[in-house]
């Protein structure tokens, strides 16, 4: 049920073509998807989120698309750069509130490679 | 500068010892969480804590302990229980939005290594 399923496991690209990352999961209850990048030797950092009342929300050559009777949402890199080499983890959130104090816990997908040739 | 500071980059274990890896934030978040990073395996929740003197396991919390006495700082000890350490491990405090989302910070990591 905490699961998110993440494909495919590395992707390699040519410079000026769409990158595409799929996520699926289980439980209904999570609450918000945000993608996060990460390059060699740092930390992830949140690229694009997206709430499941929308279907789509692009930032710039980001898109995420979202399905939620499928249960599934996806990452579009349009105009891919050697510069967005790097690797990408979606994400899914449960949000709850207990003796009055609210929180969120997020659970991340295995991640994907991505490489993008000049 | 804001952020996260996770200390030392790199951290070498001998068998049977603990180490601890430091985490501090000036952020002024008030949830700060430790995942564990292996290759192909995306990021496991090891502890997380919302608020001081308080925190809760995550889905691998077994050989690990935490501690948060103070809101800029959330230390890890890899104890000797803990029998395949080698990972990187990430610290990351959060700007929690209630329903409207939340966005981790994240540190640089410390990659630990067993001698």
């Known amino acids: 049920q905490q699961q998110v399923k993440q494909s495919p496991q590395s992707l390699i690209v040519q410079k000026g073509g769409i990158s595409i990352i799929n996520c699926a999961y289980e439980?209904?209850?999570?609450?918000?998807f945000p993608w996060y990048q990460q390059f060699p030797g740092k930390g992830p950092a949140l690229l694009i989120a997206?709430?499941?009342?929308?279907s789509e929300k692009k930032e710039g050559r980001f898109t995420i698309s979202f399905n939620k009777s499928a249960k599934q949402f996806s990452l579009h890199i349009m105009d891919s750069q050697p510069g967005d080499s790097a690797t990408y983890f979606c994400a899914a959130r449960l949000y709850s509130v207990a003796g009055g104090t609210s929180y969120g816990k997020l659970t991340f997908g295995q991640g994907t490679i991505l490489t993008v040739h000049p | 500068d804001g952020g996260i500071t996770q200390s030392p980059k790199y951290l070498f274990r001998k068998e049977g010892q603990n180490v601890t890896l430091s985490c501090e934030q000036n952020?002024?978040?008030?949830?700060m969480y430790w995942y564990r990073q292996d290759p192909g395996q995306g990021l496991r929740l090891i502890y997380y804590s919302q608020i001081v003197n308080d925190f809760q396991k995550g889905d691998i919390a077994e050989g690990y302990s935490v501690s948060r006495e103070k809101k800029e700082s959330f230390p890890l000890t890899v104890t000797s229980a803990q029998k395949n350490p080698t990972a990187f491990y990430l610290c990351?405090?959060?700007?929690?939005?209630?329903?409207?989302?939340?966005?981790?910070?994240f540190g640089s990591g410390t990659q630990l290594s067993v001698l």
């Open positions: 439980n209904t209850a999570f609450d918000y």
């Open positions: 990351a405090s959060s700007l929690f939005d209630g329903p409207l989302g939340e966005k981790l910070f």
């Open positions: 997206i709430r499941p009342d929308v």
């Open positions: 952020l002024n978040h008030d949830a």
